[in-house]
């Protein structure tokens, strides 16, 4: 049985790395210049996950507005003859169609993948966390 959805976790409150996380969701904190949660993204694409559910929280927008469209950014990139970082911001608001679920309050990390449950259904489906990167 093939596995093609994934649940992201992405609602806890960050403490371990206070106090950036006070106003920056930490799946956004960067490794050089991409967020934590591009790569669990891309890893899960690469696996050939193709429907991804992130599970997100109070204070968590800024994960949504990463992989969304950004016009007026697009526009002006493309004005300013800026190509390559065009390219860039498109391509991430392509990479795949993602789900947003909205856990009320952090009960941890069970509660988190079982908001997920009408979404998944009885399909098999992959928990990926972006607390470890290994490459």
């Known amino acids: 049985m093939e596995v093609t959805k ?11 790395f206070l106090p950036v996380t006070k106003s920056m969701p930490k799946e ?11 790569y669990v993204v891309k890893e ?4 050939g996950i193709d429907d991804i559910i992130i599970i997100t929280g109070r204070s968590k927008r800024a994960i949504e507005d990463y992989f969304d469209d950004s016009p007026e950014l697009e526009m002006h990139l ?18 795949v169609d993602i789900h947003y679920i909205r856990q009320k309050e952090p009960l941890g990390l069970g509660d988190a993948v079982l908001r997920a449950e009408k979404h998944i259904c009885d399909e098999p489906f992959a928990v990926l966390l972006g607390d470890d990167i290994i490459r």
């Open 6 to 16: 994934a649940v992201i976790p992405a609602a806890g409150l960050g403490t371990r």
């Open 28 to 38: 956004m904190l960067p490794i050089i210049d991409v967020p934590v949660i591009h």
């Open 44 to 47: 899960a694409l690469d696996s």
């Open 78 to 95: 493309a004005q300013s003859s800026r190509e390559h970082l065009l390219a860039m911001v498109q391509e991430i608001s392509s990479l």
